[in-house]
């Protein structure tokens, strides 16, 4: 990915080219990446070892992405499970209401 960029940035004439480049590259991480909460492909991470520091700083910046899209999606699911036990928890409350009420809320 990074040598596809670099190779792109190495074709174009001026720094405005350079510039709008990178302006296209970091929009497509954040619209098609970051908000979809789909992994960047070509990037390699191994949670075992965690960030590799060998690489360049914009690779492991790209790691740390993935692995922030990976944790959030992660958070969201489990978010999503406690919501739904609690709405059907909640449910179950306001059925019991009602059939201790005979059928009807018990204000009425």
């Known amino acids: 990915l990074l040598t596809r960029l670099a190779l792109h940035a190495c074709l174009l004439k001026n720094a405005r080219a350079v510039a709008h480049l990178w302006n296209a590259f970091t929009h497509e991480l954040r619209y098609t990446y970051w908000e979809r909460g789909r992994e960047?492909?070509?990037?390699?991470?191994?949670?075992?070892?965690?960030?590799d520091h060998g690489?360049?700083?914009?690779?492991?910046?790209?790691?740390?992405?993935?692995?922030?899209i990976l944790?959030?999606?992660?958070?969201?699911?489990?978010?999503?499970?406690?919501?739904?036990?609690?709405?059907?928890?909640?449910?179950?409350?306001?059925?019991?209401?009602?059939?201790?009420a005979g059928g009807g809320w018990s204000g009425d």
């Open 55 to 68: 690489a360049c700083v914009l690779n492991q910046k790209l790691q740390m992405l993935n692995q922030c």
């Open 71 to 100: 944790r959030r999606n992660a958070r969201s699911s489990s978010d999503l499970q406690q919501s739904a036990v609690y709405v059907e928890k909640h449910q179950s409350q306001i059925n019991a209401e009602w059939d201790s």
């Open 40 to 51: 960047i492909p070509a990037v390699v991470f191994d949670p075992t070892f965690g960030i």
